[in-house]
């Protein structure tokens, strides 16, 4: 028979449950959680663009949208930016990224991807072109 009260050893796996929460209420959650794991490259753009410094534009991180959670999300100019590192050049990741970005598109989103040496050095590269499309929103 099914025990109504799961347990892990001596933990009873039925607190942690959340019933009655929304999905886009638990990935909200999850996302406030987020700015503690981003990357040493997201944290330095985040510096470069967060509190409106390019173009009066206000900026989210870690955005949930659709069933992903991008970087860096600019709903003024409908950008959507992504910082890859190593792992995104493996043929699978670039195949996952590509699904990703089409689905993104198919919602109006554009989409910059950035690699985290292009971050770490040639920022002035990267804020020159988020700046081009927050000048001209496609």
């Not at 638990?26 to 959680?33: A, F, H, R, V």
């Not at 860096?72 to 100019?77: G, L, S």
């Not at 990741?93 to 699904?99: G, L, T, V």
């Amino acid at each position: 028979s099914s025990n109504p009260n799961p347990r892990i050893g001596n933990i009873d796996t039925s607190e942690f449950r959340i019933p009655h929460m929304r999905e886009s209420k638990l990935k909200s959650l999850i996302s406030l959680d987020a700015p503690s794991s981003m990357t040493d490259a997201e944290k330095v753009l985040w510096s470069k663009i967060r509190n409106k410094q390019i173009k009066e534009s206000q900026w989210y991180r870690q955005k949930p949208i659709a069933s992903y959670i991008v970087d860096f999300y600019c709903p003024k100019a409908k950008l959507v930016v992504e910082i890859d590192g190593n792992q995104h050049y493996e043929e699978v990741a670039r195949a996952s990224d590509n699904i990703r970005d089409v689905v993104l598109q198919s919602l109006g989103l554009q989409v910059l991807r950035f690699g985290n040496a292009e971050i770490f050095q040639n920022m002035e590269g990267v804020l020159i072109k988020i700046n081009q499309v927050l000048t001209n929103p496609s």
